[in-house]
């Protein structure tokens, strides 16, 4: 299921979401507060709400909450979460409404007993599976389509956890990213596209870590290992083999999200076997090599335009400055003053450096242009600023498309790539110039083989699959039981 939200117009933040942030840890006897430090570096990617599952001799024991991992876990809190296996979560909606009862991870018991898992993603097909589900007894509580893997698991007819986990997987189609943990197991699941990254690390002690970015590893000296693979299920207990893996029967060629790289990943980590960071740059380079033009500084919109504007700056020969400054400090509501101040919301988060933009003929790099309202208020800024020309620089491909793979996006046709041309945008935002990175420049960065494995639907239209192929596909599977 996709919802199609972001914040107001109004409010300063025309950007994507950064979907979810998930993390697994099993052998550590610290497991909840590594778990909490792995969260606080996953924070961008969800900050709505946050939980950590643990289990021990009672068996699973949780503590979720609306709010930052900061605000919502505290030293005694933690103390509370004994146990050296942990799975942890923190949140942007994609699905149901920012409430308690959606924070994960979910718990579950059934007849052989507890389990809970934590989510990236989205499910295609949630609307049809939960209908089903529902004619059939199921009774769903939250409203986010994580709900739906624990009512499959639940009515699995399979002898396991680990078969049934399996089971429901099969059956699911879309984006996800998954962690579950039941008796002394710790499951890491990733969907056979590979929409969204998983990755798993090692403690000096053995611990083996999940989490959706390298950067949660190393904040707790953990060493990375590999990427779980597209379509993967690796289980970790305390026998014998430590981990074992495995694969689903789906085996399509990976269709990661190329967003991560440009927009949602931290720089310092490693997603998709790539360095956020040199990827980035490598954006501005070529940037600068298709959309040249005579200026005499390069900045930022700060902060997922840095890396790609230092990329820039560097081809083009040209200084790269602090253009503009944002305030991690700002939330999304403020009280306004009476005397209502004009883009009061982008002023309150990015303030221009005058010194650097007086009289200047201005670069300015972002990573994308969503609805067009605050790259509008950003060169107006500059302008205001003093700056001499304003040339808007996107480090990736207009986006024309909504995303259906666990990525925050407004409706297609709220996107300004989809009803405006280039010059149209350029006159809309009022720059001088405007240009976006070219899709075939894109795919150079990764050259002709890795290239195929991302997705570029927000920026083509053409999804690797679809609600209507899901519902087809379910058909067929069910016309060959019924044959049988």
Do not use: W
């Amino acid at each position: 299921m996709i919802t199609a939200q972001v914040a107001n117009e109004d409010d300063g933040e025309d950007k994507l979401h950064e979907e979810c942030g998930v993390v697994g840890i099993h052998g550590d006897p610290e497991a909840s507060r590594l778990s909490y430090l792995a969260l606080h570096a996953l924070q961008h990617r969800g900050q709505e709400g946050a939980g950590i599952v643990t289990v021990n001799h009672k068996g699973l024991e949780s503590i979720t909450g609306v709010g930052l991992v900061s605000e919502v876990f505290t030293e005694s809190k933690l103390n509370t979460l004994p146990g050296d296996i942990a799975i942890g979560h923190v949140r942007y909606s994609t699905s149901g409404a920012s409430m308690l009862k959606n924070v994960q991870p979910f718990i579950a018991t059934c007849k052989l007993g507890s389990l809970a898992v934590a989510h990236n993603g989205n499910f295609l097909n949630y609307k049809q599976l939960k209908r089903k589900l529902e004619e059939n007894g199921s009774i769903f509580i939250a409203s986010s389509d994580t709900e739906l893997v624990l009512h499959l698991i639940a009515k699995s007819k399979a002898k396991t956890f680990l078969l049934r986990i399996i089971d429901a997987c099969e059956k699911l189609r879309g984006a996800f990213s998954m962690v579950f943990v039941f008796e002394d197991k710790l499951v890491a699941v990733r969907d056979p596209f590979g929409f969204r990254p998983l990755v798993m690390g090692r403690r000096s002690n053995g611990a083996v870590v999940f989490a959706s970015e390298t950067c949660a590893l190393d904040l707790i000296d953990a060493r990375y290992e590999r990427e779980v693979c597209p379509g993967e299920i690796v289980v970790v207990d305390r026998g014998d083999v430590g981990e074992s893996s495995m694969f689903m029967v789906s085996h399509p060629e990976p269709k990661q999200c190329v967003f991560e790289h440009g927009y949602f990943s931290q720089p310092n980590s490693i997603v998709f076997g790539r360095s956020v960071y040199e990827t980035r740059r490598m954006y501005g380079e070529i940037l600068a090599t298709v959309a040249p033009v005579e200026c005499d500084v390069v900045i930022a919109v700060p902060d997922s335009g840095t890396v790609a504007a230092l990329g820039y700056a560097a081809k083009a020969g040209v200084p790269f400055q602090i253009g503009l400054l944002r305030s991690h400090y700002a939330k999304r509501t403020f009280i306004e003053p009476t005397q209502k101040i004009r883009d009061f919301a982008v002023k309150a988060k990015l303030s221009p450096v005058r010194s650097v933009l007086e009289g200047k003929r201005v670069v300015v790099v972002d990573d994308s242009i969503v609805r067009g309202t605050t790259s509008l208020k950003i060169v107006r800024m500059l302008r205001d600023a003093g700056a001499k020309q304003v040339h808007m620089r996107i480090a990736l491909p207009p986006m024309i498309a909504s995303c259906y793979y666990g990525v925050d996006t407004p409706r297609s046709q709220e996107l300004i790539s989809s009803k405006m041309s280039v010059e149209k945008i350029r006159k809309h935002i009022n720059c001088d110039t405007l240009a976006f990175l070219p899709l075939d420049s894109l795919k150079q960065v990764y050259g002709p083989v890795e290239s195929r494995s991302y997705c570029y639907a927000c920026f083509t239209g053409k999804y690797p699959v679809t609600e209507t192929e899901t519902e087809e596909n379910n058909a067929e599977r069910e016309r060959e039981l019924n044959a049988l």
